[in-house]
């Protein structure tokens, strides 16, 4: 007889190769045959509602590991919902306005002047809707679950018609306005933009300090005395009108190489050194508010400049006389608002200096820098040239530097809300809880928010003008224009004309001969996108408004939290969201920002050819998504191994319930040993944990927490010596039953908690359990905690036995260095123990020859007994030595029964018997 067909070794079909780049869009296919989606939908309808909402990627590009950080964390947290007791759907989106899609299109050799506006739109919402495409595929590819085929897209006309209601609501309360102010506009897009279109680096710039002659001293000030300002932005001297000083500094007027110059006493040791003065004598000192209403002459042009007072003057740098160009600041905007200056801007839409920069129209701003230093050379004004790096604004798209313009533009009055903005971000539950903070600080410091932008691609701002020039924004309008959109797309405002936008038989007192005209400029695409509560939460009849979480990047902050937060509170006085989560970037393995010109990249679609989406969707569970992430070959590799651990788990657990029926094999709790009772234990504290886990967004915590139950809790000890009653037992023996009850419970657990993670691999996994009815682990609840009876004291008892058995393990492995043993069921175990130890082992039912897996065991006596050749551990003294007896050919113990049944000689007792009683047809 051959033994081996007696072993009930382990049987699936379950392939121990995950094979995920192959396997994952099968897996895929099947659930878009089901309409998984849908089903889980249906499955849950009529439960609480939890509503996480998709801040929408732009359409542009192939996704990068910042969009599969994204869409996985948003991933976890919908299916598990959906498990938990909530109805969650999950509609994705995508913002599709903008700057970006224009300059992709004129890369493509798309001659935009060329063809009328319309016709470019059209080609933008083609190039759109392509990018569109590309992306869904590749975030459908990562496993994310969504209504992707009713996605939200910016430019689709009910979500355009839905935006120009928020606009015309917000105007209605008297938060929009059109006015000529400085903002960021950068020279490089020529356009306006908002804040979040800001990023600051690097930047060489001139550094200058020039003297403005006093023309009128007030009788404070003699005409000869000179004031020093300094900037580094020679090129807005042209456009200076004033000089602002600080009412509270105090201010001296030094003598020094013939001349007399005023700057601020605290500065003048700085400034010296800076210039070259060499021992400037102080000959009058005076106090900054008794400078007020002096006059300076222009250096190039002689008109005149006016010295004002303002809080905004800082003596971290410079003279304490800061250059004041209302046109080309926000604080000389206000200062010179302040004072009734004009708003002299002599630099156009291109950055080229206009006609009112005398001597330097046509140039470039930056090259007027060194023209406009060569001329206050001349005038004798220029007391120092040289050259500074210093942080400065630059175009997050093109990367450009960008300058503070004044121009018409319209803006929405964020300071005549701004208490409701506070609380609403106050009421607003944030995670990370530092989020609160950086929000806060962000609404408190903003100024208003210029929505304008002059480009063709977006959502135009939907104002009509009389003919004398009044503004025309009314509830008619805005309800004519936002159905108007809703059934032609906001192309419609290009194709007609303003008469023939109106509703029919409008008519204005500013417009006695029915002549009107329309706003060129379109929105901001952050008030595209930061409208979304409305176009989609409002609209569509699948969600809610407020959403129960928003979650994005931490660029956010200044980006859709803070947009989606201002339109929201305009309109309805409240959050769009109950709660904020964002995640950090994605880095290289060395903590460096990812770049192809470094190449050191990793593309989320590469790790899926080759690895398998779950393993990145694990990789996104392993880490600490709320600081910046770190990627890389190695960290996927470490990511896989783990991943290989987990799998070969439900492996090991299908391939040992192979003849298993839950309906009429399962043993009751109180029935199990209590070893089998104490897995189930731990079982159940992983459940507990796991769920809160979750709940918090803390999935690092159930990456460690499953790594840990099945390689520490299952395989490295409970399956271990499992295996000698699995394989070796009759098939339907009780203590078999009871472990193949724990396997089960096991399995079915863990394939539900890792489901939301390793969507895939659950759902494979699912497919072979025994006795299970849905057709996908999608369709199911989470397993729940329960209150096993004695828990606490069983969990103290096997946890003490744990220690016991790591010492006795320790012992093996000595054993085995020392040539003493080979394997452990080579061994035999004699223990010398103190009380305590002795009390746990006597309360303990089970083999313990088997819990050690060595072929003999025994309690010699107590600790002080043990003999010198001994290994002296915390819990035993133990003495490791070869069993007596030969092997087993079937269960591989060692032991003397061997030969003694003459039917099998080569058999211990255990084994001949089980032999007997049921394969004695293999004879």
């Not at 960008?402 to 964020?414: E, P």
């Not at 002795?838 to 309360?843: A, F, V, Y």
Request: proline letters at 5%.
């Amino acid at each position: 007889m051959d033994y081996k067909d007696t072993l009930l070794m382990p049987q699936t079909e379950f392939p121990m190769r995950g094979n995920l780049p192959k396997r994952e869009p099968e897996i895929q296919a099947k659930w878009e045959e089901m309409n998984i989606y849908q089903k889980v939908q249906e499955r849950t309808k009529g439960r609480p509602m939890f509503v996480l909402h998709d801040g929408p990627p732009y359409a542009n590009g192939d996704i990068h590991m910042g969009h599969a950080l994204n869409k996985i964390l948003k991933d976890f947290i919908v299916r598990y919902k959906s498990m938990s007791g909530f109805h969650a759907p999950y509609v994705p989106g995508w913002d599709t306005h903008g700057l970006p899609i224009e300059q992709a299109l004129t890369n493509k050799g798309v001659k935009r002047k060329e063809m009328s506006i319309a016709e470019f739109r059209e080609l933008c919402t083609k190039y759109a809707y392509e990018q569109i495409n590309n992306q869904r595929t590749q975030f459908k590819r990562l496993g994310v679950r969504g209504d992707w085929e009713n996605p939200y897209i910016t430019l689709k006309p009910e979500y355009e018609a839905q935006q120009i209601k928020v606009f015309g609501e917000m105007a209605k309360k008297g938060y929009i306005y059109k006015g000529k102010k400085p903002v960021y506009w950068s020279p490089s897009s020529e356009s306006a933009l908002a804040e979040a279109e800001i990023e600051y680096k690097d930047k060489r710039s001139p550094s200058i300090y020039v003297a403005f002659k006093v023309k009128d001293g007030k009788q404070v000030l003699d005409t000869d005395t000179e004031i020093v300002i300094w900037t580094t932005t020679p090129w807005t001297i042209p456009a200076n009108l004033g000089i602002s000083v600080h009412p509270d500094l105090t201010y001296v007027v030094v003598a020094v190489n013939g001349h007399k110059y005023l700057l601020a006493e605290s500065l003048l040791e700085a400034a010296s050194k800076e210039i070259g003065w060499e021992n400037p004598s102080v000959v009058q000192k005076v106090k900054g508010t008794d400078l007020e209403n002096i006059i300076c002459s222009h250096p190039l042009y002689g008109r005149d400049s006016l010295v004002m007072l303002g809080e905004h003057v800082t003596t971290d740098a410079g003279t304490g006389c800061v250059h004041t160009a209302p046109g080309h600041g926000e604080d000389d905007f206000i200062v010179g608002q302040k004072y009734g200056l004009d708003v002299l801007c002599p630099v156009d839409d291109k950055g080229y200096m206009t006609e009112e920069a005398p001597g330097f129209e046509g140039q470039f701003y930056e090259d007027a820098n060194k023209s406009i230093g060569q001329a206050l050379e001349e005038a004798g004004a220029l007391l120092k040239l040289s050259f500074i790096t210093h942080s400065y604004p630059h175009d997050w798209r093109t990367k450009k530097p960008v300058m503070f313009r004044a121009t018409a533009q319209w803006f929405a009055s964020i300071k005549d809300f701004r208490e409701q903005l506070l609380e609403a971000v106050k009421e607003t539950k944030w995670v990370p809880a530092w989020g609160e903070t950086r929000l806060h600080n962000m609404v408190r410091d903003r100024g208003d928010w210029c929505i304008s932008r002059q480009r063709v691609w977006g959502v135009p701002i939907p104002v009509f003008y009389a003919e004398d020039g009044q503004e025309i924004i009314t509830d008619e309008t805005i309800n004519h224009i936002s159905e108007l959109f809703r059934q032609h797309g906001s192309n419609i405002w290009f194709e007609r004309e303003a008469k023939d936008l109106l509703p029919e038989g409008f008519t204005h007192p500013g417009s006695p001969n029915g002549i009107f005209t329309k706003e060129t400029d379109i929105m901001d695409v952050w008030f595209d996108s930061g409208s979304s509560h409305q176009a989609v939460l409002l609209e569509r009849e699948d969600l809610v408004r407020p959403a129960d979480l928003y979650l994005e990047g931490s660029d956010q902050y200044r980006g859709w939290f803070n947009s989606s937060l201002s339109t929201a509170v305009a309109v309805t006085g409240k959050a769009p969201y109950k709660g904020v989560l964002s995640h950090g970037f994605a880095l290289d393995g060395e903590g460096r920002k990812m770049s192809k010109s470094i190449g050191n990249v990793v593309v989320p679609a590469k790790v899926m050819n080759q690895l398998g989406a779950d393993i990145l969707r694990l990789w996104v569970a392993s880490v600490d998504y709320q600081a910046d992430v770190r990627v890389s070959d190695a960290i996927l590799k470490q990511v896989a191994e783990v991943y290989r651990k987990i799998r070969n788990t439900f492996r090991f657990l299908l391939g040992n319930l192979a003849d298993f029926n839950p309906n009429q094999d399962k043993v009751a709790y109180e029935n199990l040993r209590e070893v089998d009772q104490f897995i189930l234990v731990k079982l159940n504290k992983l459940i507990k944990y796991v769920h809160n886990a979750y709940e918090n967004y803390e999935f690092s915590g159930i990456y460690h927490a499953v790594n840990n139950f099945c390689t520490l809790d299952l395989s490295a000890f409970y399956l271990d010596f499992a295996k000698d009653v699995l394989y070796i037992e009759a098939k339907s023996n009780p203590e078999r039953r009871a472990i193949q009850t724990v396997l089960y419970e096991s399995l079915v657990a863990l394939s539900k908690l890792v489901s939301p993670i390793l969507s895939h691999t659950a759902d494979e996994v699912w497919q072979f359990i025994p006795g299970v009815e849905e057709e996908s682990v999608q369709l199911t609840d989470m397993p729940e905690y329960q209150e096993l009876p004695g828990a606490k004291e069983i969990e103290a008892k096997w946890n003490s036995f744990m220690k016991l058995r790591d010492d006795v393990l320790k012992a093996l492995e000595e054993a085995r260095n020392e040539k003493v043993i080979g394997k452990s069921l080579t061994a035999k175990v004699t223990l010398y123990v103190n009380e305590k130890t002795k009390h746990l082992l006597d309360s303990i039912k089970e083999n313990l020859q088997q819990l050690f897996i060595v072929s003999g065991f025994e309690v010699a006596g107590s600790y002080e007994d043990a003999p010198e050749n001994a290994v002296k551990l915390d819990t035993a003294a133990i003495v490791v030595t070869k069993a007596e007896g030969e092997t087993c050919d079937r269960c591989w113990t060692v032991t003397p029964e061997v030969g003694q049944d003459p039917e099998h000689p080569t058999l211990c007792h255990r084994c001949a018997h089980v032999v007997e009683e049921n394969y004695a047809n293999l004879n």
